[in-house]
């Protein structure tokens, strides 16, 4: 199918530009404690967060996945202790979550002209 001009003037909404692997909400409170730190313990996350270790890991593991974390499992002594911290690639993907959230909630009838006024 070829691609017209008014295609390519045709700017779409934002929500399309949300990543549906962050959209989840515990994914997303996840990546927004995790942007605002260099690592974070995940006992400290499970704890903000309020769930349960299983919830945390199933999350992480998602989110690692899809490369957006790092986990890093070491040992303090004889006590294990995981440190996670958002991957470059995390931070983007976060970056561009954020920037469409704000393009949502900004201007929801951007481009719209006068369609979403009553008659």
Same mark, same amino acid.
Do not use: C
């Given at each position: 199918?070829?691609?017209?001009?008014?295609?390519?003037?045709?700017?779409?909404?934002?929500? @399309?530009?949300?990543?549906?692997?962050?959209?989840?909400?515990?994914?997303?409170?996840?990546?927004?404690?995790?942007?605002?730190?260099?690592?974070?313990?995940?006992?400290?996350?499970?704890?903000?967060?309020?769930?349960?270790?299983?919830?945390?890991?199933?999350?992480?593991?998602? @989110?690692?996945?899809?490369?957006?974390?790092?986990?890093?499992?070491?040992?303090?002594?004889?006590?294990?202790?995981?440190?996670?911290?958002?991957?470059?690639?995390?931070?983007?993907?976060?970056?561009?979550?954020?920037?469409?959230?704000?393009?949502?909630?900004?201007?929801? @009838?951007?481009?719209?002209?006068?369609?979403?006024?009553?008659?």
């Amino acid at each position: 199918m070829a691609t017209t001009q008014d295609d390519a003037d045709h700017i779409h909404h934002p929500r @399309l530009m949300l990543d549906d692997t962050i959209h989840q909400p515990v994914r997303l409170s996840i990546m927004a404690l995790l942007a605002h730190s260099q690592k974070v313990d995940f006992a400290f996350v499970r704890d903000h967060l309020e769930l349960n270790d299983s919830n945390l890991s199933r999350h992480l593991a998602a @989110l690692e996945e899809a490369g957006y974390i790092a986990v890093t499992k070491v040992f303090e002594g004889k006590r294990p202790r995981t440190w996670l911290a958002l991957s470059p690639a995390g931070r983007v993907a976060f970056e561009r979550y954020v920037q469409a959230l704000q393009q949502i909630v900004a201007q929801p @009838l951007a481009g719209a002209g006068d369609a979403g006024e009553p008659s």
